[in-house]
């Protein structure tokens, strides 16, 4: 059975940092293409980041040069490094691996990121 674990989420100020994790467990990791997307309130679930098997990186345009995805293969993590973060970045962060439009797997809790002075 396929578990995906977000954590690391929080309440940040303006400018600030956050370092998201997400720890798959059931599969073998480093076949998957993965996605990080972000649900805000009242907001459809968007797409966020994209880091494919080999590594590379694509991202929505609201989160370039801000975003950073990244991956463990050998710890089964995919990462997301948030800088700059602004309060319409506030939303609830999920991970999952995408097929065309859908997604693969069932969704996790998610991480809550809160941006608010």
């Known amino acids: 059975q396929v578990h995906l674990v977000e954590s690391g989420g929080g309440l940040v100020q303006p400018g600030g940092s956050l370092r998201l994790s997400c720890a798959a467990s059931?599969?073998?990791?480093?076949?998957?293409?993965m996605n990080w997307y972000r649900q805000a309130p009242g907001k459809q679930r968007e797409l966020v980041a994209t880091?494919?098997?080999?590594?590379?990186?694509t991202y929505a345009d609201s989160v370039k040069e801000r975003f950073t995805i990244f991956r463990d293969n050998p710890k089964n993590t995919v990462y997301l490094r948030m800088n700059s973060l602004k309060p319409e970045d506030t939303a609830v962060y999920y991970c999952?691996?995408?097929?065309?439009?859908?997604?693969?797997?069932?969704w996790g809790q998610g991480t809550q990121v809160t941006v608010s002075s």
């Open positions: 059931g599969i073998v990791f480093r076949l998957y293409d």
């Open positions: 880091i494919t098997s080999n590594y590379s990186t």
């Open positions: 999952n691996s995408p097929s065309g439009v859908a997604t693969i797997f069932s």
